[in-house]
């Protein structure tokens, strides 16, 4: 199972954890993924995704439809 968003591509990033010593240790910062039921009207059927916080917020505020368009994906 990949840590990918669905939609987006997105994935974890790379960094490193400080101490107060400013020890160096590397560490991957890991997204928000949310697994998630979208209702497509235009095909009438439901879809299960994988999809950032970020994601979801973006799919409230202009539809899933609006988002898989844009991102040119196909579910």
Avoid: C, P
């Amino acid at each position: 199972m990949s840590r990918r968003d669905d939609i987006s591509g997105a994935k974890a990033l790379n960094g490193y954890r400080s101490s107060h010593a400013n020890n160096k240790t590397k560490h991957k910062f890991h997204l928000n993924l949310q697994k998630k039921k979208f209702y497509i009207a235009e095909e009438d059927r439901w879809v299960t995704l994988k999809v950032t916080s970020k994601t979801l917020r973006t799919i409230n505020k202009n539809g899933i439809s609006a988002v898989l368009k844009k991102a040119g994906k196909t579910v």
